[in-house]
């Protein structure tokens, strides 16, 4: 029996999984090793000179109702009414496939439990580095891994904005507006640049590899928007690159610690080439060492390429309850406090400040731009930043 497939959102993502299925249906139904098609896609707006004119629909009752619909790709955004809709299909035991972190970051531990209460799955490989596999090796293929640290570059538009600034003298507004040109930022692209994206993204990697959910508002999250020029071609001469790194890692006392902010990247670290829209996702296991993941991060066809990945699974799974769950969090104390935080810390600061002894440092137009030889907390180093009245002051990835 054919598999029919409704696609919620038919915007930027929602399209692409629309074009993907159509341009590869022939490989994607042997692959699935059943028939498949696109019945319904739902979205309020009109697109009178589409295609797919006569699967488009505004009404959400038309996809529920519609008991030959097995499985439901979820292309909105935003919490509601995507979660609304997709505990709705879950609780029809239609199996959903998600590009949505916000949904996931906010609502995983629900519609996991609702999906597995209902026999179904709730795939969410496209809510983290686009077309990157991560969520399926992380619970899979590693699975036999005691993981305790994850780090990654897990915003596109981010990253695309830091390497034009970097490479191509760029300023931020206009790498900005070319990202969006390109489909890889947001709506709104404020949770791009204060790292609202990347803190949902390692909400979800924590979620799943600590076993109890982690809420966006529990992570010390800072985007670039304050990341200077003049820091990042200073990090360059000091041999390193910005980026925007979001980690998570389990401390000694046991409690884990997830974070999102600007970091220097040394030369010399893998993660210092991932350029553009490009991520990376760097996984520490005691089994593996490390592995790292690499690929686009962000646009249409990378992420549809993910949502698919799922829908295909969901209908070679039929029946079969296959996504992982977590435990729900009724508070935040195994998550640890942002003064554990410690690295060796960059400072811009004006020349006449410039303490004695630093190693790796410089002097331009007025400002000392230097890396402290020790680490510091993240308290030591606020506090010094003060004393030396610092224009910035940026933690180095170790
Ligand atoms: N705005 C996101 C990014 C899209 O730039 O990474 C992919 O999640």
Redesign the pocket.
């Known amino acids: 029996m054919s598999v029919k497939i409704a696609v919620l959102g038919y915007g930027v993502v929602g399209s692409g999984v629309v074009e993907l299925f159509y341009k590869n249906k022939a490989s994607i139904e042997k692959r699935a090793g059943k028939e498949m098609d696109i019945k319904h896609i739902l979205d309020l707006r009109d697109f009178p000179d589409s295609p797919y004119k006569d699967k488009l629909t505004k009404d959400f009752s038309d996809i529920i109702n519609d008991d030959e619909v097995t499985s439901v790709a979820e292309c909105m955004g935003g919490v509601e009414p995507a979660f609304t809709f997709v505990k709705a299909c879950l609780e029809k035991g239609k199996s959903v496939s998600t590009?949505n972190?916000e949904l996931v970051a906010e609502k995983g531990d629900i519609l996991l439990q609702t999906a597995k209460d209902h026999g179904c799955n709730f795939f969410f490989e496209a809510?983290?580095g686009?077309a990157i596999p991560i969520i399926r090796p992380l619970h899979r293929c590693l699975a036999a891994n005691d993981i305790n640290k994850v780090a990654g570059i897990?915003?596109?538009?981010?990253n695309?904005i830091l390497t034009k600034m970097y490479n191509d003298n760029m300023q931020f507004d206009d790498a900005l507006r070319l990202?969006q040109e390109l489909g890889?930022?947001?709506k709104d692209?404020t949770?791009?640049v204060e790292g609202h994206?990347?803190c949902r993204?390692i909400c979800i990697i924590a979620s799943l590899v600590f076993g109890k959910h982690v809420y966006p508002k529990s992570v010390y999250t800072k985007g670039i928007s304050q990341v200077d020029l003049a820091d990042v071609a200073a990090a360059d001469v000091l041999g390193s690159s910005v980026k925007l790194i979001a980690c998570v890692e389990r401390l000694e006392n046991g409690r884990i610690l997830p974070t999102v902010m600007p970091m220097l990247v040394p030369h010399d670290d893998i993660m210092s080439g991932v350029n553009d829209?490009f991520?990376a996702v760097l996984v520490y296991g005691d089994g593996i060492d490390q592995a790292m993941f690499y690929g686009r991060?962000?646009?249409k066809l990378p992420?549809a390429s993910a949502v698919l990945g799922d829908v295909i699974e969901t209908a070679k799974q039929e029946g079969t309850v296959l996504s992982q769950t977590w435990e729900s969090s009724g508070d935040d104390s195994f998550i640890a406090d942002i003064e554990s935080f410690s690295a060796r810390w960059y400072f811009r600061i004006p020349e006449a400040n410039k303490p004695s002894g630093v190693e790796e440092s410089f002097c331009e137009d007025g400002f000392a731009h230097f890396i402290t030889s020790d680490k510091l907390t993240f308290a030591k180093a606020k506090e010094m930043a003060a004393q030396l009245n610092a224009a910035a002051y940026i933690p180095v990835l170790e």
Do not use: C
């Open positions: 590009s972190k809510s983290v686009g897990l915003n596109g538009t981010t695309f990202a890889y930022a947001e692209p949770a791009d994206d990347a993204k829209v991520n991060g962000a646009g992420t």
